[in-house]
């Protein structure tokens, strides 16, 4: 599903901005939608389709780049 962004933002900001939560919680019943937000903490890891895996509150979207969310989507930045 590509998503139009704006020039600068960081891969929280794109998928939220589009839905409520990031990611599923490992650990619980639950959906993470970032935490510290300063990339200290380990709410926003999420995986780029290449399997890098980046924090989403400090990484900027690049045109064409693809992210998977765990919850059964792609996300890709165009």
């Not at 935490?35 to 979207?61: I, N, P």
């Amino acid at each position: 599903m590509p998503l139009e962004v704006f020039a600068g933002d960081t891969v929280l900001t794109a998928v939220l901005t589009h839905r409520r939560n990031l990611r599923p919680f490992e650990f619980a019943d639950a959906a993470r939608a970032g935490f510290c937000l300063m990339g200290a903490c380990q709410d926003c890891w999420v995986h780029l389709e290449t399997g890098e895996r980046v924090r989403a509150c400090s990484t900027q979207v690049v045109e064409g780049m693809r992210i998977a969310t765990n919850l059964g989507r792609c996300f890709h930045a165009k």
